[in-house]
Each structure stands twice: as C-alpha cells, then as structure tokens.
C-alpha cells in the first residue's frame, strides 16, 4: 500500500547526478533541507565511465569518485538522499506530490535532473569495450585518441558534431552510416564530406567490436551481398545514433519537445525566437504551431521553469546540446538559485 506523507517539503529533486547532487549543494545551503531522490542504481551517467579530464578543478579524476565528491558535499549541509526512483508524479497549482514504490511526498517545489541515456548497439562485444576505447561523447574522450584512427557510428546532426571534433585529435575518422545518405543538416554533411581526415563507409553496419581488454578493431558487414564481412582496425569506437532523455515519467505533467527534453523558459524563448526568425538554416525543436500555443505557459522571468509553476529542470534531460558534467552541474546550480527566489517570493 502506498503510504501518504502529511508533511509538504520546501523543494524534492528527482535525479541524482551531477546536476541534482549541485543543486542541493546549494538549496541546503540555503537551509531549505532538499529531499533527493538519487533513482536507482544513482550517481548518472559519470558512474558508467572512467578518466574525466575536462572537469574544472580537477585534472584528472574518475567518474563515479567525481560523483561520490559531488554526493558528500551535498549531504555535508544536510541534503537527504534516498536512493529510490520516482515512479509517480502530481504536479498542480498549489503543491506537488511525487511517489516511490511505497510512499507519496509532497513538496511546493520540484526540481527534475533525471539526466539521460546514451543510445548503444548493444553489442555485447560493444558493451565490455565500453570506457575501453569504446565512447558515446567525442567531447569527452576525443582527447585520450591524439594521431589514432577512430570510427564514428551515426548519420545525424551529432555524428557530424562527433566525427569533426574528433578530427582535432585523430589522425584518421571513419564514419560508419547504415544508409546511403545522411539525415543531418545539409551544413554539417558539407563540412565533414570536405574534410580530408574523415573517410565516410555508406551501406555499413559494425556487426561487433573486437579486442580482449581494448579495443582493436571492428566486423563490418555492407549491406551489398556480393561484399564480404570485413575487418577495420582502429583505436577507438564513438556511437553517435542518439540520446534518450529519461523524461517518460513527465510525459502527461509538463511539455517536453519532439525529442523528449523538457522544455523550459529559456529554452522556450529561444525556440520562439527562432521561429520568427528570418534565418533558413535555424532549426526548431519545438514544432512551430506549439511555440505558438505555449506562448502563455512559461514563465519567462525563471531560467529553469518548467509549463507547471513551481516545477524546474536542468542538466541532461534539458540540455540536448552540451551534455556535459560541467554544464549540468552550472544548470543545477541555476535552477537552486532559482528555488531559492521562488520560495522566498511564494513562502511570504
Ligand atoms: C560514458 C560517458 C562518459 C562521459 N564522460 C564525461 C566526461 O569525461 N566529462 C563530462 O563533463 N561529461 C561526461 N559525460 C557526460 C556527463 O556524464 C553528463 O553530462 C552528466 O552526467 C549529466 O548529469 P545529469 O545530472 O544531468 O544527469 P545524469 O548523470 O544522467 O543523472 C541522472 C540521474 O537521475 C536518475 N533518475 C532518472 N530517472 C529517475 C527517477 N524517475 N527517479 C529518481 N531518479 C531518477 C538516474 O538514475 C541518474 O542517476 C559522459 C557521459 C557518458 C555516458
């Protein structure tokens, strides 16, 4: 049976990875005792890698000891984690309840960073390699692979993203693409086809990921049948073929755009003005007709606002951009800072 909590808590966060954990660094130092939900296993996506180099403040340290850091500085100002998931959640005008397996809480403000999940093959040989010279975040890893020759999987706006960026490291760039033709931006299709250090495989899929405890190389398979499987050695894999946002939850609560992130103030505005823009190029999130009917949803005066007053997001499951620890860390910290406010308007 689910059991009802009579207390209504100052603010609950949903998500316990660097953008919640930041977060409530900053709302227990404001003395509003945040209640995590830190989900189930906790710790996000930095718990599923190793080396992180591009941490400021650190120049070298492991993803899950970063996440540990991360976790005792915000229970040292009284920050109290559950290591559950939110399974349910109410959101309406005068407070909020949210719900585990077994009970229900309540709190005038919520702020949701439940983060977001990279898309695999799901290889098993992909799966061992991962951290081991197999990546999701060229960003991230591109640095460890200086005059090695690196492949990219993905046909997408992010595998032209991932495949250039890594051509400021390797020496040489596959991009791997099961199809004939990209579906990116004509813009970024152009910059990778000129560029001389990426060689593009059209028809290709990676059949597995070979390597004992690195990884050496990859079986393809063409799509053509009188093509042979083949073998291409490289030092390091890149997937690229999408992010999924871990917002299912939120899905009747609060609006999300075409691709699942949640949609908040700034980024609304950003969408807006993109969608009375002149530009040709500009390319919209938020399909045009709903930038329109949102218009009176927002909250413009609040960054990190969700379409329900009182309930924020920041790090990953907004930002479809960056997804970078240390921007999810700046977007938690944002959105406390915001609480804070809110709370200090809506409490008198
Ligand atoms: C393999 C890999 C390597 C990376 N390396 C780097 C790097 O070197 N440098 C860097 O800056 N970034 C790196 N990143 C990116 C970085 O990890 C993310 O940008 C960052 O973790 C995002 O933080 P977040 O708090 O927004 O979300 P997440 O880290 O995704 O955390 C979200 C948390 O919310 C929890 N959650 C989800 N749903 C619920 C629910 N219903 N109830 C309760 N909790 C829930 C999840 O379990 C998770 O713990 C890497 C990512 C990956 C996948």
């Known amino acids: 049976m689910i059991e009802p909590s009579n207390k209504i808590e100052e603010v609950i966060v949903i998500g316990g990875g660097p953008a919640g954990l930041a977060a409530c660094v900053y709302l227990a130092r404001a003395n509003l005792k945040p209640l995590l939900f830190a989900g189930s296993p906790p710790g996000g ?14 120049d070298h340290i492991l993803g899950p000891e970063l996440v540990a850091k991360l976790r005792k500085h915000a229970q040292t100002f009284g920050t109290r984690i559950v290591d559950q998931n939110i399974l349910k959640v109410f959101f309406s005008t005068s407070h909020h309840e949210v719900g585990t397996i077994d009970k229900t809480y309540a709190a005038k403000t919520i702020l949701i960073t439940t983060g977001a999940k990279a898309l695999w093959l799901n290889l098993q040989s992909e799966q061992r390699l991962r951290g081991k010279g197999v990546s999701a975040c060229a960003t991230c890893d591109g640095f460890f692979f200086k005059n090695k020759v690196v492949a990219v999987i993905g046909g997408g706006d992010t595998a032209m993203e991932e495949a250039l960026t890594l051509t400021k490291f390797a020496a040489k760039v596959y991009l791997i693409h099961r199809r004939d033709q990209f579906r990116a931006s ?34 393809l398979a063409t799509e053509k049948p009188e093509t042979e499987n083949r073998i291409l050695k490289i030092d390091g894999l890149f997937l690229a073929i999408g992010h999924k946002p871990d917002t299912d939850l939120f899905k009747s609560a609060i609006e999300l755009d075409g691709k699942g992130y949640i949609v908040t103030s700034d980024r609304y505005a950003l969408e807006f003005a993109k969608s009375v823009s002149k530009e040709t190029e500009v390319k919209l999130l938020i399909p045009k007709e709903k930038v329109t009917m949102y218009k009176d949803r927002f909250d413009l005066n609040w960054v990190s606002a969700t379409s329900v007053k009182g309930v924020f997001a920041a790090g990953d499951c907004v930002d479809y951009q960056f997804r970078q620890a240390g921007t999810a860390v700046g977007m938690g910290i944002a959105a406390a800072l915001e609480i804070e406010r809110w709370l200090e308007i809506h409490n008198q």
Request: aromatic share 6%; glycine share 6%.
């Open 186 to 219: 004509k813009i970024m299709q152009k910059r990778v086809l000129e560029n001389p250090k990426i060689k593009v495989m059209w028809n290709t899929v990676v059949e597995e990921v070979l390597g004992e405890n690195k990884i050496e190389g990859l079986k």
């Open 45 to 58: 996506q930095l718990m599923l890698t190793s080396e992180v180099e591009n941490y400021p403040g650190f």
